[in-house]
């Protein structure tokens, strides 16, 4: 164990004299000038785009989750009794039915409170005038495809004859089809701002190449690799990325943070279901990491292509 | 004459170079330096001599001919083999070339730290080697800061630091006053004894009369003549007469 601990101080403290030797070699901290901001930038609105997509995906599997399985029966019948007599006679046939985990028939006092926020139960409001249907809220074991439904419906339907059954994913479609639209669109943000991180760091590393072209090629004449140059550059980039990537890490969090309260007061089901788990967030904070690579790839790259040009 | 002093460092056959579509700046340059000896390279201003010695230490592929460096072909070598070449060769530049950021310990350190020496083995033979050009107590100083031979000197110091196979100097005397232009060629001479092929292009007669066992080479508008048999083989030694002759030349 000596020996080992010996040899890694050793490489350790080789690679520091290294670094330490090649970092001489150019002016420190003058490579990039603003990169830090800028990637703090970039890393910042790629934070609240990933959480973004995150936080909908999340919606959208806890509510198609909810849904699958769910079938929604309605009985039109603008007859209270027979509507009644309908509604038993569907819920017995559902209840013996194959594949149906449990049928309940919601009471009123439910069906009140859907349409209460539209048509009021307040006294003077005539709600049992209007023909309300009875619904049927139906949890099969298995997902709530055309087939299935449609086996339902014929049993259903030769018991009570005003009966609709609809399958609860279907009316939530659009919903799913506009958040997957939502999570493409941070897909592609997130795409576009490491197109622009690269064409950032690109440009400071030209910029740079530019500026201390005299030194590489002196470097360059007294022996100096390319990757020794190119190393120089990547050492700086990375400083440089992992400050902006620290600062765009926290100033994501606290923005994303802020809207997920903003959404959380809407109150919605959905909305507030579509939180980010510990996993979420461990992703979120591999952003920095991610940047910091992607910095110092595209600046080692950058540089050695470069450096191609020179004798 | 030695075993190692007959191995051959550099061989040009038939060497031309010229810039885009213009006329050849160097024509039918054919030479071979051997390991060990001491050669000047003279001729007028716009002879030739810069672009020769960029040829010498790789910093310019030639339009045509041949270039063998110890004992490889220069011109086909690949970039990543360049730097292994580069290290074995020392160059003192016209224009100093000294990094400008970097203090004049650092500008000489360059090399080692290129190498990889570890630094505690750098201390000790910068500090010594600016000692011995006379420049002890500016090490910390910026080439802006240093006079234009302090800079020729710390040029010089950063050249011959890594003790190198062949040294190419070019006008390295021409900011210096006399008294350190013999001290700087006697530090050539010493690194010649330890084995260093030492090639300096100048076109200062004295300089050359001070190293009599010296070969001359002398470029002629871009053609390159051979006054003291510097390129048979063996060379040919002249007398100190006719030697004073053809650098009064």
């Known amino acids: 164990m000596t020996v080992v601990a010996d040899l890694t101080n050793g490489l350790r403290g080789e690679w520091r004299e290294r670094a330490s030797a090649e970092s001489r070699l150019l002016p420190q901290g003058k490579l990039s000038g603003p990169m830090p901001w800028v990637i703090a930038i970039m890393i910042g609105l790629t934070v609240v785009a990933s959480a973004s997509g995150l936080a909908l995906r999340n919606t959208a599997r806890l509510a198609s989750a909810d849904v699958a399985g769910g079938v929604t029966v309605q009985i039109v019948n603008g007859a209270p009794r027979e509507r009644d007599r309908q509604a038993q006679a569907a819920l017995e046939a559902l209840q013996g039915a194959p594949g149906v985990a449990s049928a309940r028939l919601v009471p009123q006092k439910e069906l009140d409170a859907l349409v209460e926020p539209w048509l009021g139960t307040t006294a003077g409001d005539d709600v049992n005038a209007l023909p309300v249907p009875a619904l049927i809220d139906v949890r099969l074991s298995g997902t709530a495809d055309k087939t299935s439904v449609s086996a339902l419906r014929k049993q259903i339907v030769s018991r009570a004859a005003d009966a609709r059954v609809d399958a609860q994913a279907s009316w939530l479609a659009p ?77 994501g969090v606290v923005t994303t943070g802020l809207l997920g309260r903003q959404f959380a007061a809407l109150g919605s089901g959905m909305m507030t279901a579509g939180g980010l788990g510990w996993t979420d967030w461990l992703a979120i904070c591999c952003i920095p990491v991610a940047g910091v690579l992607l910095a110092v790839l595209t600046a080692r790259f950058s540089v050695l292509n470069a450096l191609k040009g020179m004798l | 004459m030695s075993q190692n002093e007959d191995a051959e ?176 060629l006697r530090l050539f001479e010493a690194l010649n004894r330890l084995g260093t092929t030492v090639v300096v292009a100048t076109h200062d007669v004295h300089l050359i009369r001070k190293v009599p066992d010296s070969l001359i080479m002398r470029l002629d508008k871009g053609r390159l003549s051979d006054p003291t048999g510097a390129l048979r083989y063996p060379p040919r030694r002249v007398s100190p007469t006719a030697r004073a002759d053809l650098t009064r030349a």
């Open chain 1, 175 to 251: 919903v799913f089809e506009a958040i997957g639209a939502l999570q493409w669109l941070a897909g592609g943000l997130i795409a576009l701002l490491a197109f622009a991180t690269v064409a950032t760091v690109l440009l400071a590393t030209r910029n740079a190449l530019s500026n201390h072209r005299t030194t590489i090629e002196i470097v360059h004449m007294l022996g100096g690799t390319d990757a020794q140059i190119a190393r120089i550059f990547q050492r700086s980039m990375a400083v440089d990325a992992a400050a902006g990537g620290i600062g765009g890490l926290f100033l």
């Open chain 2, 9 to 184: 460092i550099v061989h040009f056959d038939n060497v031309g170079l010229r810039y885009g579509t213009g006329k050849e700046v160097l024509t039918d340059i054919s030479f071979t330096l051997y390991s060990g000896r001491f050669y000047f390279l003279t001729g007028a201003s716009g002879a030739g001599k810069t672009t020769m010695l960029k040829l010498l230490y790789l910093a310019q592929r030639p339009s045509r001919g041949l270039i063998r460096m110890f004992g490889t072909d220069a011109i086909t070598l690949p970039r990543d083999r360049l730097p292994g070449f580069r290290r074995r060769l020392g160059v003192v530049f016209q224009d100093f070339r000294l990094v400008p950021h970097l203090s004049a310990f650092d500008n000489v350190a360059l090399p080692l730290r290129v190498a990889g020496v570890p630094e505690r083995d750098i201390v000790k033979p910068v500090t010594d080697m600016l000692e011995w050009v006379e420049l002890g107590d500016r090490s910390h100083a910026r080439p802006a800061t240093l006079s234009g031979g302090e800079q020729q000197r710390v040029a010089i110091a950063r050249a011959v630091i890594g003790r190198p196979d062949m040294l190419v100097a070019d006008e390295p005397t021409g900011n210096v006053d006399p008294d350190m232009a013999i001290k700087l």
